[in-house]
């Protein structure tokens, strides 16, 4: 499983919504969401909203290998970033919620990896050039992740009881984590684009450490809070096809 273009990493993500569906796999709830922003990023592409789409596909079919590649060790038992671990491990436990998965997933994937191929695709200098469309993508995405907070309200009823003991409307948590989260992986990108490539494998390391800290904070925020998605659980929908449906449609 390797893309080359932003068409295989759609086709790559059916794959994984086809099994994850057949086999009733909460991994699934990440890759829907995936496959509505490259659809996303796709539209901007044939619409001229990025300064240079060969490069977004190189881009887009670089980041989704590193989410590819973390997914087969996963499976096969091999190595694998402990960010992304976490996320896929996390898809085991009945007691995580939707909303969990999916800040699990944009945790791994944009605070770890996004920043990681940036600097790759772009290394030294030509990270500059690459800013403009590195931004643009988060134009892009407000409305859908508005859509998508839409849907987890759907199959989670008492998700508005975050609003009480975390102090920020549910509606506006995934927007929130994901623009910051790309944010900060922008500056990721500037520290890695002036490594050498022996620098960057120790970092990353080092990088990966950080973010699997910030995935178990999403798995176990505090007791207060645990306490509320405990409750929010018990109340959510756990018909693992549907969700996926509905994420995959927004």
Known sequence: MRANSIDDVLIFLDEIIHTSKAERSRIGFFAALYRQVTLKILAGMNHGFFDDNQRMNHFSAEFANRYFDALIGYREGEFVTKSWEIAFTATNQTDVIILQHLLLGI??????????????ICPGDKLKDFQHDFQGINTLLIDILEDVQGVVNQFSPLLDILDRVGGRKDEEIIKFSFKKARAQAWKVAEYF?????????????????????????IISPSRIIDKALDLIKMQEDDDVVKIIDGLNLV
């Open 193 to 217: 684009a002036v490594l050498s490539a022996d620098e960057q494998i120790k970092r990353i390391q080092e990088l990966d450490e950080k973010i699997a800290f910030l995935g178990q904070i």
């Open 107 to 120: 945790n791994a994937h944009i605070n770890l990896d996004l920043g990681i191929v940036a600097a790759q």
